[in-house]
């Protein structure tokens, strides 16, 4: 069973930047898309964003298009996210999971159990 580890969350004003990573335990076989996810109070879980396994193929949603960058280096099963220009609206717990590829990664279909998440906070 593969161990998800997110960390990197704080506290941020208005329009600045944090780094989360999610560090994933070995796996000892095939090759999966990552994703990230968040979930505000009161919210359900939703998608923010997916990376293949090589790296060539990223999406998100369109929240934070263009504000969050997704990357990872499999050399040590992690994953980043990269989030700049952050809003109050971006606040939640963020996690990350697994698919077989990037259209399961946004529809949802992972793979992993959830691990404890990381939280945003975003101040006005």
């Known amino acids: 069973q593969v161990q998800l580890v997110e960390s990197g969350g704080g506290l941020v004003h208005y329009g600045g930047s944090l780094r989360l990573s999610c560090a994933a335990s070995?796996?000892?076989?095939?090759?999966?898309?990552m994703g990230w996810f968040r979930q505000a109070p009161r919210n359900g879980r939703e998608f923010v964003a997916a990376?293949?396994?090589?790296?060539?193929?990223?999406y998100y949603s369109d929240s934070v298009k263009g504000r969050f960058t997704i990357s990872r280096d499999n050399a040590k099963n992690t994953v980043y996210l990269q989030m700049n220009s952050l809003k109050p609206e971006d606040a939640a717990v963020y996690y990350c999971?697994?698919?077989?590829?990037?259209?399961?990664?946004?529809?949802?279909?992972?793979?992993?159990?959830w691990g404890q998440g990381t939280q945003v906070t975003v101040s006005s």
């Open positions: 070995a796996r000892t076989s095939s090759r999966y898309a």
């Open positions: 999971n697994s698919g077989l590829d990037v259209g399961a990664v946004v529809a949802g279909r992972t793979l992993d159990s």
């Open positions: 990376i293949s396994w090589s790296g060539s193929r990223t």
